[in-house]
Each structure stands twice: as C-alpha cells, then as structure tokens.
C-alpha cells in the first residue's frame, strides 16, 4: 500500500521560496505529481515526475518557479517552489500513480499542505 505524507507548507511573502516535500512509502517506482486546489476552484496540476526517467512537465503557470525533484534514497519527492505569487496559494497535494497530468490516473494521494502567499 502507498501512503504519502506532505510537509513544508507555510506562510510566505511574495517573491519567497518555500520547498515542499513528500515522503513516499511502500512501492516507489511510481510516477509523481504535485496539484494543487484554491478556495472554490477546482484542483489543477502542477508538475510531474517520471518513475523510470528524468522526464518533467511543469504547468505553464508554474514553469520556471517551480521544480519538481526525487531523492530516492529517502524516498521522498521535493517541490522547490520560488518567485511565489499570491495566486499560488492552494492546499498542495502530493500524487503517485502513472506519469501524467491529470488526477485521474494517480490512484494515491497525500493529504495535502497549505501554501500561503501574501502580496
């Protein structure tokens, strides 16, 4: 069974940084991805990572803010997070399932942590 747990959520200004990361528990060769959801919209993607290669894909609204990272030896995916805007505040999820951007095809997912950005 995976279980995943997300941690560095926060308060920051804008321009800040925040770094989010996401221990991974039970099989690890699995896609990841990061979404996120603002009050009263529906939740959107953020970044991925493929399981078996380097491959990335970034959201355009993120692209070159935002970094999506895996140290496998903890188990654990990062998402570096810089140049923050008031509207990257959400409640980020951490997903694993299949390379992809769309929610559906993550089966497992973390509880998610709140990301604050005041402007």
């Known amino acids: 069974q995976v279980q995943l747990v997300e941690s560095g959520g926060g308060f920051v200004q804008t321009g800040g940084s925040l770094r989010l990361s996401c221990a991974v528990s039970g099989p690890t060769l699995l896609g990841m991805g990061w979404f996120r959801q603002a009050p009263g919209k529906e939740r959107e993607f953020v970044a991925c990572l493929s399981a078996t290669t380097p491959s990335t894909h970034y959201a355009e609204a993120v692209k070159g803010r935002f970094t999506i990272s895996r140290d496998t030896t903890k188990n654990t995916v990062f998402l570096q997070m810089d140049r923050l805007k008031p509207e990257d505040t959400a409640v980020y999820y951490c997903?694993?399932?299949?390379?992809?951007?769309?929610?559906?095809?993550?089966?497992?997912w973390g509880q998610g942590t709140q990301v604050t950005v005041s402007s």
């Open positions: 997903a694993a399932g299949t390379y992809s951007t769309l929610a559906r095809n993550y089966p497992h």
